[in-house]
């Protein structure tokens, strides 16, 4: 299995909704990702999670809650959200510890993502 | 602060020719450089770059890293009108002996390949 699974694909909610989005790898890696694309822009990175902990917050509102309850598996989790937050969300993973001098092969492989709408 | 700037931010060429995509950056702790092509969804993985002047190659694209000017070409031949995307240039930092890595986009550049 090589590949990255995020559901939705497709997610419409209102802004007093809660929702999650899952995102799931059974690759062993040990890094994961959630990155925030809108249109005709790049992705950016919002949470890092290393060995199932929280690593990097890039300064995201409390509204987006990320959770890793395992390995394989990471969740968003999504609360009164803002019409602005409506965004391709993207999840990806990689092979986490790379001692020095080791080079890896492989950069990041990212699931479809889900098309978030807040109404 | 971290950057990563790509050139040209658009591109419309015929069936045929060849490309260049150039991407340039500046960063703390550079690690290695990553090509991905986006269509409709998630990037999909072209190439990762961690030594300079070797070139990698996947059939009709090939890509080289210069570590001492800092930047990266992506090349494409014979263009067909399933290459048109936005190919993004991606630098990934390595943040200590830790293990995890930053990867910082940039902009991308928009290919259309016309026939």
């Known amino acids: 299995d090589t590949e990255v699974t995020q559901t939705p694909k497709h997610l419409v909610m209102g802004m007093t909704n809660k929702k999650s989005l899952k995102c799931e790898q059974h690759m062993g890696h040990r890094a994961m990702y959630w990155y925030k694309q809108k249109a005709k822009k790049p992705p950016e990175l919002m949470f890092v999670?290393?060995?199932?902990?929280?690593?990097i917050n890039e300064s995201v509102p409390s509204r987006f809650s990320p959770e890793c309850p395992n390995s394989s598996l990471l969740n968003l989790h999504l609360h009164a959200l803002q019409p602005e937050d409506s965004a391709l969300y993207l999840c990806?993973?990689?092979?986490?510890?790379?001692?020095?001098?080791?080079?890896?092969?492989?950069?990041?492989?990212f699931g479809s993502g889900t098309r978030l709408t807040v109404v | 602060e971290d950057k990563v700037v790509q050139s040209p931010l658009s591109l419309v060429v015929h069936e045929g020719d060849t490309v260049t995509l150039n991407c340039s950056y500046e960063?703390?702790?550079?690690?290695?450089l990553l090509w991905y092509k986006q269509e409709k969804k998630a990037p999909t993985f072209l190439f990762m770059l961690t030594s300079s002047g070797i070139e990698k190659k996947s059939g009709r694209l090939s890509s080289i890293l210069d570590k001492k000017e800092l930047f990266s070409i992506l090349n494409i031949t014979a263009t067909q009108t399933g290459d048109s995307a936005v190919y993004l240039c991606?630098?990934?930092?390595?943040?200590?002996?830790?293990?995890?890595?930053?990867?910082?986009f940039g902009i991308g550049t928009k290919l259309q390949v016309i026939p």
């Open positions: 960063v703390t702790n550079f690690r290695s």
């Open positions: 999670y290393s060995y199932e902990k929280l690593s």
């Open positions: 991606a630098v990934e930092m390595g943040l200590g002996s830790g293990g995890y890595q930053k990867v910082t």
């Open positions: 990806a993973s990689s092979q986490d510890f790379r001692p020095p001098g080791t080079r890896s092969r492989d950069g990041y492989t």
